[in-house]
């Protein structure tokens, strides 16, 4: 599922493209960032696993993005949403990498998406913490 960028006071989130399957495995895959993921930790990238990731913009129900770092460009985490079949409640996920974790880009990247869940109808909004 596309959509286009969301942009908040310091992030831009965009489209998951293929080039961004390391770095969300960087995160989903650690032991110590991954930790309230549902994704188990990885010692090694086996090529089926990253070929699935790599396709995860290309994913026609969920919305998968990045968030970026205006000024620089850098990827600061991922995010992403479902919407639901009455299109009134949106699931979302985020996660930020560790280097970036106490500068508020969690909350910058979740008012950005509930803003946009909100623009598009959304009067429900969940998000699941794995523990």
């Known amino acids: ?31 110590k960032m991954g930790e309230y993921l549902p994704d188990p930790a990885l010692e090694e990238i086996d090529p089926e696993y990253l070929k699935q ?11 998968y993005l990045i968030s970026q770092e205006k000024g620089t460009g850098k990827r600061i ?18 996660c930020v990498h560790e280097q970036y974790w106490g500068r508020g880009f969690a909350t910058e990247m979740a008012a950005g998406m509930i803003e946009y ?9 969940t998000v699941s913490v794995n523990r």
């Open 53 to 63: 990731i790599e396709g995860l913009g290309e994913d026609p129900e969920c919305c």
């Open 77 to 94: 985490g991922t995010c992403s949403f479902i919407p639901g079949k009455d299109g009134e409640a949106y699931d979302i996920a985020y």
């Open 117 to 125: 869940a909100k623009s598009q109808g959304a009067r429900k909004i």
């Open 1 to 31: 599922m596309k959509i286009e960028p969301v942009e908040t006071r310091r992030l831009y989130l965009r489209g998951f493209t293929r080039e961004d399957a390391r770095f969300a495995i960087s995160i989903w895959n650690d032991p």
